[in-house]
């Protein structure tokens, strides 16, 4: 393990050389940042739980014909995914008014949207990742006007899928982001959902009580994150002790 070539490291992955050509070795870290990294701690068993719960959004969404490059989860803390070509966006998709869009417009927070929201921001850490329109995307060749249509599309998909699985346990998707990636096959690409789905790259809010259970625990001081992450892993059926392997949603009233 320790004589595998790491890739990259981000601010919560490491990823390394796969066992097979075209394979990714993605380790979860237990590092927290947010604030591009002004604010860090490390939280104990994150990054087990974010190992889990993406593996569980990841085969959901291929269940439903979504691609990803998800293969495999290979232990606690790492997965094996199919190595792809990120395009340089986060795509965010809103179905409630909060962070960025709540400051930068002066929407409530808790804003139920009209329609979902797609937004863009070029993975610039040392911009900041900032906003960009299509107009940008396509000017600078990040991605083509069709990748664009298809990437929307996903995008629109996902935030479908995981409103429904989120609304099953009663926890209501705010908000998230996720990263597309390119496999190439002979002249073609196909698009894949790439990255990581997880409460660190969600907003989710007890449908009950509004209370946050994602990343924003840790961005503003409200408790335990790993409390937060663990309670949504439990309402899904994935936590140990809930007995069962797969139990599945139960309906929250
Ligand atoms: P925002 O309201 O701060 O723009 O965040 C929108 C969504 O994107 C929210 O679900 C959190 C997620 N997000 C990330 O995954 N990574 C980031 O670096 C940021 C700023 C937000």
Redesign the pocket.
């Known amino acids: 393990m320790s004589r595998r070539k790491k890739i990259y490291e981000g601010k919560a992955k490491i990823l390394y050389e796969g066992p097979e050509p075209g394979t990714i070795v993605q380790y979860f870290k237990d590092d927290a940042t947010a604030f591009n990294a002004q604010k860090k701690d490390v939280i104990e068993g994150k990054g087990v739980l974010n190992n889990r719960l993406c593996e569980h959004f990841m085969l959901g969404l291929a269940a439903i014909g979504v691609p990803t490059h998800f293969i495999r989860r290979l232990n606690m803390r790492e997965q094996l995914v199919r190595e792809v070509e990120i395009i340089p966006l986060?795509v965010?998709v809103?179905n409630v008014a909060?962070?960025?869009?709540s400051q930068r417009l002066g929407i409530e927070e808790g804003t139920q949207l009209a329609r979902p929201i797609v937004e863009f921001s070029y993975k610039n850490d040392a911009l900041g990742?900032p906003l960009v329109a299509e107009e940008h995307i396509i000017a600078f060749n990040w991605a083509s006007q069709q990748d664009l249509d298809d990437i929307i599309a996903l995008a629109l998909r996902v935030n479908d899928f995981m409103s429904g699985v989120m609304y099953g346990v009663g926890i209501r998707l705010?908000?998230?982001?996720i990263e597309i990636g390119r496999i190439y096959e002979g002249d073609f690409h196909r698009l894949v959902v790439a990255d990581e789905i997880s409460p660190?790259?969600?907003?989710l809010w007890d449908a009950k009580t509004n209370q946050k259970l994602?990343?924003d625990v840790f961005r503003r001081d409200l408790g335990s994150l790993t409390d937060a992450y663990s309670e949504v892993a439990r309402r899904l059926g994935l936590m140990p002790e809930s007995g069962k392997t797969h139990p599945g949603p139960k309906l929250v009233n």
């Open positions: 986060e965010i809103r909060a962070g960025s869009l990742d705010i908000d998230f982001k660190d790259s969600c907003r994602d990343k």
